[in-house]
């Protein structure tokens, strides 16, 4: 298989642990960044329309319009949907623009779907997430369909205001900066 | 004189007078929590009670997309919504709540999704939200900088917090340091709101960097032509410059521009809390402006903003320089080392990686975004 983010670090934030790898029953949501053909015209698009010396300034699209300017090939459709449907995944569902799908199944579904992928449950105070700290792979002939597979690797990410009230009082010596309050 | 940063201060600083309120019912603005973070109803109408009193506004967020919890409201959420409400006085609000509500859903995924799914959305979107660069792998950075692109095709403004440690710090390989962007600010295709403080923290002066306001350079998307001289002559003319194994001088350059960021009061859970700081205030606050002066164009029968760096870089080489407050005192923070020691970069006449442009100044933004 290929690595679609080989790159992708896990890191467990601090606060969450792990708990355990999760039943092979359990539900899991996968999100599936299908590949758009037309991105480089996106570009260009995207220049025209913001830019104020250009003619196009302002004409933008409707989600219509960008539906059926990056929608993806029916190959990429075809590929991907024979090759969940060959692991039984059936429970998906895409959005306006096409170049998503999000796909429930079993965790042992997944883990068969993306080799390499591993599913164990986090948990932080009440709330509590699934990821897998082992890199997945998908089939090499599924690399140009693809973008990326989410739902495995990226934990929230915490919102970070500071009170600076508190700053003097949580700052360690040689630390520039205070306190965080998530 | 004033005891910590309201409406009423950053309206005053700002130039925003009494009239400048939404009257339009086809406007709107947003701001999206993630994470559990909810907002109350109460919180609004008790902050507009105590501090809005100067403003015409509303009182209540017209529309939540997605689950609002019943627990206690987090911080953030009200600081987003209180200010994106101050600035976008009496336009509708929206609230978008990712929680994540399934055990293996990414929140910020489920946003992007959100949007490639709604074909009716406000044209401002305003998130404090941010991650390391270096913390995602190269293909979901390169997809969701597309989705951005496609919120551009739309017309959609997209605003980002820059994030609130500086330039940030990380330890390569070897062991030397370098600055660590964040993303979504380091995309090319959203603006970057960065932070400042008042010159004198108890009177609406002039404003100075805020040493904690995020920028710098991205390591992952190349400079952009709209920002490319801009930043070269930040580069060429800067006093002082961290030595340049520190940072890419090649990559998108960020922040865009600031606002103030430092001393807010909040209203959480009925309770009105001082100092509250961070590029989190910063971002709604412009938000706030940018849905103002949509309203103003849509008026005119012009488009809405859209993608707005473009336009804001432009506005600068055709002279609108007196849009912005150039702020060009003080440093942000970055790596603790013997090299840097502490400090990244500093603010600088017109565009710097620390408070971009610098701070609105909104009658003559206005004018100059009516007719760029």
Redesign the interface.
């Known amino acids: 298989g290929l690595a679609l983010e080989g790159d992708q670090p896990f890191r467990v934030p601090p606060g969450w642990a792990a708990t355990g790898r999760v039943d092979p029953g359990h539900d899991v949501q996968l999100t599936l960044a299908l590949r758009q053909p037309g991105r480089e015209r996106l570009a260009r698009l995207v220049d025209a329309v913001s830019d104020p010396r250009s003619p196009r300034y302002g004409r933008y699209l409707s989600l219509e319009q960008l539906r059926d300017l990056i929608r993806p090939s029916p190959a990429t459709l075809t590929a991907v949907l024979k090759w969940l449907q060959g692991h039984g995944v059936g429970s998906c569902r895409s959005v306006s623009t096409l170049d998503f799908l999000e796909c429930h199944m079993p965790a042992s579904t997944a883990e068969r779907l993306l080799p390499g992928a591993e599913f164990h449950r986090y948990v932080k105070g009440r709330r509590s997430v699934v990821r897998s700290p082992l890199p997945y792979t998908i089939p090499e002939e599924l690399a140009e369909h693809l973008d990326f597979v989410g739902g495995l690797h990226r934990f929230p990410a915490e919102r970070k205001v500071v009170s600076r009230a508190w700053a003097k009082k949580e700052t360690e010596p040689g630390q520039h900066h205070g306190g965080r309050m998530g | 004189f004033h005891l910590g940063v309201t409406p009423s201060v950053i309206r005053k600083r700002y130039n925003m007078t009494g009239g400048d309120v939404g009257l339009l019912p086809n406007n709107s603005q947003a701001c999206a929590q993630?994470?559990?973070?909810y907002f109350h109803q109460a919180d609004v109408a008790e902050f507009m009670q105590l501090f809005g009193s100067s403003f015409g506004h509303r009182s209540r967020v017209d529309q939540v997309v997605g689950h609002q919890g019943w627990g206690k409201a987090?911080?953030?959420a009200s600081?987003d919504v209180e200010y994106i409400m101050s600035t976008g006085a009496n336009i509708s609000t929206w609230v978008f709540s990712n929680a994540?509500r399934?055990?293996?859903?990414?929140?910020?995924?489920a946003w992007l999704?959100l949007l490639?799914?709604?074909?009716s959305l406000p044209w401002v979107h305003s998130v404090?939200?941010?991650?390391d660069e270096?913390?995602?792998?190269?293909?979901?950075l390169?997809?969701v900088n597309?989705e951005f692109?496609?919120a551009?095709?739309?017309?959609l403004t997209i605003l980002f917090a820059s994030g609130?440690?500086?330039a940030g710090c990380r330890r390569v390989p070897g062991g030397n340091h370098t600055f660590r962007p964040s993303f979504p600010a380091s995309s090319p295709?959203v603006t970057a709101v960065g932070g400042t403080s008042f010159k004198n923290p108890f009177l609406i002066t002039a404003e100075v960097t805020d040493?904690?306001s995020g920028g710098g350079f991205s390591n992952v998307f190349p400079m952009p032509d709209?920002q490319a001289a801009a930043v070269r002559r930040f580069l060429s003319q800067a006093s002082k410059l961290p030595p340049s194994s520190y940072y890419n001088s090649s990559g998108r350059a960020y922040p865009d521009l600031s606002a103030l960021s430092?001393?807010y009061w909040v209203v959480t859970n009925r309770i009105p809390l001082?100092?509250?700081?961070?590029t989190?205030?910063s971002t709604p606050v412009v938000g706030g402006m940018v849905a103002l002066i949509n309203e103003r164009r849509l008026q005119q029968g012009?488009?809405?903003l859209?993608?707005l760096?473009?336009?804001l870089y432009?506005l600068q080489e055709q002279g609108h320089s007196a849009a912005f407050y150039d702020v060009t005192q003080g440093c942000h923070?970055s790596c603790?080392d013997g090299t840097v020691q502490?400090q990244g970069f500093c603010a600088g006449p017109a565009w710097d990686p620390v408070t971009g442009w610098g701070t609105p100044n909104f009658p003559r933004l206005l004018r100059a975004l009516l007719a760029?």
């Open positions: 993630f994470l559990e973070q987090g911080l953030e600081l994540g399934h055990e293996s859903q990414e929140p910020f995924l999704l490639s799914n709604m074909s404090s939200y941010g991650d270096d913390s995602l792998s190269l293909a979901y390169q997809r597309v692109m496609k551009a095709a739309r017309g609130d440690e500086g295709y040493y904690i709209y430092d001393n001082p100092w509250v700081s961070g989190s205030a012009l488009s809405p859209g993608f760096n473009p336009v432009q923070l603790l502490g760029p």
